[in-house]
C-alpha cells in the first residue's frame, strides 16, 4: 500500500473518530439536581437553597436527582395561536394546574389542567362560543440549549404525537361559528430560567412562540405561557448542564 494510501486512510480515521467526539460532547443530557443536607465531599452551602457557598461549615449540597419526586405548579394567562383556513384562531385561558414528577437523567412527566378558557382571535373573544377545560398528559426532557443554557423539551404521553383535542362549542342559546374539535399535535420547549437566590426556590418554565413546533389541524401554531413548578416536600431543585 502507498505512503499516499496510508495517510488518506489516517486522515480518514482521524476525521471519524473526530466526528464521532463532537457529536459525543454535544449530546450532554442536563440533570435535575436537589439541595439537601448531605454529608458528602461535594461542594457545600449554607443554606436549604444552595445559594451561599460554605466549605467550612456548610451542610447542603446540590445532588443529582436519581428518583422521581411529586411537583405541583400553577401559571397565570397562556395563549396558543393558530391562522385556520385564513382566519387567526386564539385559545386563552387563564388558569392552569399542573401536577407530575421530576425524574432521573433530566426526564419528568405528569399532566396539566387548563381552566378558565376561550376562543378568539387578536380583537378580542368569540362572544358566541365557550371552551370546556383542556386536560391531557405529558412527558418532558431536559436537553442542553448551550454550553450554560437548558430547555425542557415536552411530549404527548404515550408515543402519540397527539398532545390534546380542544373543543370549541355553543354558548347556551347562541350558535358558534368555529365550533369544532381540533387537535393540538407536536412539541413544545419551554425555557428554565435560574431560580431567584435567597428565598424557597420554584424552577420557572417561559414557554414562547420559538420553541413551539405545533400544528392545529395541520395549521402552524405557537404556544406563550410560564409556570412556576415547586418540589411537593419543598426541597429547593434547579437544572444543571453535568
Not at 458528602?40 to 457557598?53: I, V
Not at 436519581?66 to 387567526?88: D, K, Q, R, W
Not at 387537535?183 to 412562540?209: H, I, M, W, Y
Amino acid at each position: 500500500m502507498s505512503r499516499m494510501r496510508l495517510f488518506l486512510l489516517s486522515a480518514v480515521a482521524m476525521f471519524a473518530v473526530g466526528a464521532f467526539a463532537s457529536t459525543s460532547a454535544l449530546a450532554i443530557t442536563p440533570v435535575y439536581l436537589v439541595c439537601l443536607e448531605k454529608a458528602g465531599s461535594g461542594k457545600k452551602y449554607e443554606d436549604r437553597n444552595c445559594s451561599k457557598e460554605n466549605a467550612g461549615t456548610g451542610k447542603f449540597e446540590l445532588v443529582e436527582v436519581t428518583s422521581f419526586l411529586p411537583a405541583n405548579g400553577t401559571s397565570g394567562v397562556s395563549t396558543l395561536t393558530a391562522t385556520i383556513a385564513g382566519a387567526e384562531l386564539v385559545i386563552t385561558c387563564k388558569k392552569d394546574l399542573f401536577t407530575g414528577e421530576i425524574g432521573p437523567k433530566g426526564l419528568s412527566k405528569g399532566e396539566v389542567l387548563y381552566r378558565e378558557c376561550s376562543a378568539g382571535n387578536s380583537s378580542g373573544e368569540f362572544t358566541s362560543c365557550q371552551v370546556p377545560n383542556i386536560n391531557f398528559k405529558f412527558v418532558d426532557q431536559l436537553v442542553e440549549k448551550s454550553a450554560t443554557e437548558v430547555e425542557d423539551e415536552f411530549k404527548p404521553a404515550g408515543g402519540s404525537n397527539l398532545f390534546v383535542n380542544i373543543v370549541i362549542e355553543n354558548k347556551e342559546g347562541k350558535s358558534c361559528a368555529e365550533k369544532n374539535t381540533y387537535p393540538v399535535e407536536g412539541t413544545q420547549n419551554a425555557e428554565v430560567e435560574k431560580p431567584s437566590l435567597g428565598c424557597k426556590l420554584l424552577r420557572e418554565l417561559t414557554f414562547t412562540p420559538s420553541g413551539s413546533h405545533l400544528t392545529i389541524k395541520g395549521n402552524t401554531a405557537t404556544y406563550k405561557g410560564k409556570v412556576s413548578i415547586d418540589l411537593n416536600n419543598d426541597d429547593s431543585w434547579g437544572a444543571s448542564i453535568p
